[in-house]
């Protein structure tokens, strides 16, 4: 037996057809026409356990061939693609929690998933509670109606991280699924399902997608919460178009340098912006320093782009915003994993409940783009300027 694969070498097998073309052709379609009634009927009952080509939105050659480049990726049993990463986050919730149940969320949660909680789940009369993001107030907070544990690690726009073994083992001794927003990680950088976690969600619209030109959302899972998930999915009309799927394959067999380019601008702009008498901290867990950087040492493989911006006492989140205004290659926008560079202010008192962020600098989140660093630390000496004004 030959030694396995290392993960960039997979990532561009993954999910290849075995007909000699390497690239999977992009099967756009609805109907899928049976010969036979016996057909037909075999198919329709199969297709609850196996994955079979039976009708558009059950998938096609284009998107089965992206489930198993994301298998391959994550260390999962199956795979199940959305339109967006919000509609997997939102499809995992609502396909294991009931009414009368209780779910643990991380205070780091991108934020959008907040108002899900808000409007949603309590119209459900599923109950939701926030926890640290070090997950560290876990255990007494579980009660006998908590059915689920949800995490994001690193948690956005300030990276946290918490102990995913311990939590891990805490969530299955009280049968609780833990469910992982991975989208930091990529399925590189950091594999939930290794370190105990069921099910791991990634945006793929950010480094899986890597050009700010498709929009996705993709679950990878273990084989025993994946019939749940499936039924959901289905039940809520969650599938994607085979151009989307294409996209993001496409996009998937550069994700390892891309996002070794990533880390090396990101380190290279980190190490210049310490030095700047107007940062408090440069926030991102691989530099030694930040709070999170034993645990980032232990469990991740690398970092990505993202970096945020703590600047020193007295500079306003105005003054912030003037410098975001005169930035000229970061773009102000969501959805950092793309190509290009990108800044946002970022709101703590707003993204977090229980984490007390007054007395704080302000914030902007950077996405360090695949620019050459030093237009990007040129840009930013400019923008520093404009703190002044
Ligand atoms: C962007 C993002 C999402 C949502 O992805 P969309 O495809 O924009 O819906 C979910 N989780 C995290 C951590 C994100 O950064």
Not at 349 to 373: F, M, Q, Y
Request: proline share 5%; with cysteine; glycine share 8%.
């Amino acid at each position: 037996m030959s030694k396995p694969l290392k993960p960039a070498t997979t990532l561009l097998r993954a999910g290849r057809p075995h007909n000699g073309w390497i690239n999977t052709p992009v099967t756009r379609a609805s109907t899928y026409v049976f010969d036979t009634v016996q057909a037909w009927r075999d198919t329709r009952e199969q297709r609850e356990t196996q994955r079979l080509v039976s009708y558009g939105a059950r998938g096609t050659e284009s998107t089965h061939a992206l489930e198993d480049a994301l298998i391959a990726l994550e260390g999962g049993d199956r795979a199940q693609l959305y339109p967006t990463g919000q509609a997997a986050i939102v499809t995992v919730l609502l396909a294991y929690l009931k009414p009368g149940d209780h779910v643990l969320m991380t205070d780091a949660v991108y934020e959008p998933v907040r108002r899900f909680c808000s409007e949603h789940l309590s119209r459900l009369g599923i109950e939701y509670e926030y926890y640290l993001p070090d997950g560290s107030d876990l255990a007494a907070r579980i009660r006998p109606q908590t059915r689920m544990i949800y995490a994001e690690c690193p948690g956005s726009l300030v990276y946290e991280m918490m102990d995913l073994p311990a939590v891990a083992e805490l969530a299955h001794r009280h049968d609780c699924i833990l469910a992982v927003d991975n989208t930091w990680g990529a399925g590189l950088l950091y594999r939930p399902l290794e370190l105990g976690a069921d099910l791991s969600v990634i945006a793929a619209t950010k480094y899986l997608g890597g050009h700010a030109d498709v929009m996705m959302g993709a679950v990878v899972c273990k084989a025993g919460v994946w019939p749940a998930l499936q039924r959901a999915s289905i039940d809520f009309g969650q599938t994607v178009g085979a151009d989307d799927a294409y996209l993001v394959l496409r996009g998937i067999r550069s994700l390892a340098p891309r996002l070794r380019q990533h880390q090396d601008n990101a380190l290279r702009v980190a190490a210049w912006l310490q030095q700047q008498a107007e940062v408090a901290a440069v926030l991102c867990p691989a530099l030694p320093g930040d709070p999170n950087h034993a645990l980032w040492l232990r469990d991740c493989h690398g970092t990505n782009g993202l970096l945020s911006v703590e600047f020193a006492a007295g500079i306003s989140p105005a003054a912030t915003e003037r410098m975001v205004d005169a930035l000229a290659l970061f773009g102000l926008g969501a959805s950092w994993g793309g190509f290009e560079s990108l800044v946002v202010p970022a709101n703590m008192l707003r993204a977090r409940t229980l984490t007390d962020w007054s007395g704080r600098g302000a914030i902007l989140r950077l996405h360090i783009g695949l620019e050459d660093p030093e237009d990007l630390i040129a840009d930013l000496a400019q923008g520093l300027q404009h703190l002044q004004d």
